[in-house]
């Protein structure tokens, strides 16, 4: 990848497509960001997309597929009758959160709108850590994501590429190269409860504490005390 | 394939996806359609494949991609400031109407409400006549999007497969199949300019007149006479 290419990146407003953005200015490259709505009970992280897309003064889209995330119910991220499981986020309890081909729904629209506006490539925020329970974060699913894109867009001037460069990081490393980037990390939304604070208790809570520890990186999130009994419908 | 698989059609309206749907159907497959809203002029092809699966008795869906539509501006078929153009099917021309990665789009939609609602496959009427400008409907793509959807779908019970059996077969040889199967082919919608009657000029009404004539098989389609001075906007 050549140092100043226009790259779209799917940013959700947690910490791992945050630093990958910061990650990709520092290469010298010119961003947007897009993110996407698809009815997550956490849409909290639309409003933290839009203020880091503020905070380094680059476009933000966000794309309504509210109906679209409608159709794909049963998981505990879009249906309000799924509870968000408590625990690891590689315990096997957390395919309840799998949104059905939802990166590959989100890259597909990605590839359009970077085709539509001039962009050569669209970044994606996955890593090592996802790999346990989302198939759509693996690296033979970028690898794919990537050739199926060139492939659609294979008569334009710039046959459009994915690029996912924290998919085999861990999210340690993702916190450590973040920090020492200046990331704002009290700005990223990582809860898949959605509520007023993190939880600090759903598989992804654990998994941001976790890695700020591991990184010895200041952990700036205020974790509230969510039971999980409670968190049903939240 | 094996026969009595449930199979997710995407429903064009069009004349290639209806016989299609009968072409599975002929097979033993229980389906479903779904069709797609981006904002196309000519969405009085939804209405077109409603009246289709009403006619067969199956579920249809049509999903709301509109604001995704408006952020793939630039296409004849969505952006009212491109006319849509006169001439064959095949030719340059008529790559104003390319939707930027609508194929991969849909098709990722598609997987996503396969997996969620029980479904095994999903299946493209995509042919022959498509390659030549849409570099989202040849055998690479394909063959690209059923390896994206089985890896993205692979911790499942089943995962999706992406079909188009039609993909290598002229649009003489579906009018030629859907005319043996009973299509109702008066139903099916395919002018990109959406008014009250096919415009008879633009690409795929030449196309679709070819296709009848080749095939020896009489066309029920009421062709009006639209100038392609007047075509603007409309």
């Keep these: 990848m050549e140092s100043g290419d226009d790259i779209l990146v799917i940013a959700s407003g947690g910490l791992d497509s945050t630093a990958l953005a910061y990650h990709l200015l520092d290469q010298g490259h010119r961003l947007r960001l897009v993110s996407f709505d698809y009815g997550q009970r956490h849409r909290v992280e639309l409003r933290a997309a839009a203020r880091i897309a503020d905070e380094i003064n680059i476009p933000h889209e966000v794309v309504d597929l509210v109906s679209v995330g409608r159709l794909l119910s049963g998981s505990a991220l879009t249906d309000p009758e799924v509870a968000v499981p408590d625990g690891h986020y590689t315990d096997l309890s957390m395919r309840s959160t799998i949104v059905p081909n939802r990166n590959a729904i989100m890259t597909a629209v990605a590839v359009g709108i970077a085709s539509a506006s001039g962009c050569e490539c669209v970044a994606l925020g996955v890593h090592a850590g996802d790999h346990a329970i989302y198939p ?12 199926l894109a060139r492939t659609a867009t294979e008569d334009t001037e710039s046959p459009i590429r994915v690029i996912a460069p924290f998919v085999t990081w ?18 990223t939304w990582s809860c898949y409860r959605g509520g007023e604070r993190h939880c600090g208790s759903c598989g992804t809570c654990i998994e941001r504490r976790e890695a700020f520890e591991l990184a010895s990186v200041p952990d700036p999130t205020a974790y509230g005390a969510i039971a999980s009994s409670t968190s049903k419908g939240r």
């Design 136 to 147: 759509d974060c693996r690296p033979a699913f970028v690898d794919l994501a990537d050739r």
């Design 170 to 187: 861990t999210k340690r490393q993702i916190v450590a190269r973040g920090a020492s980037l200046g990331v704002p990390f009290a700005m």
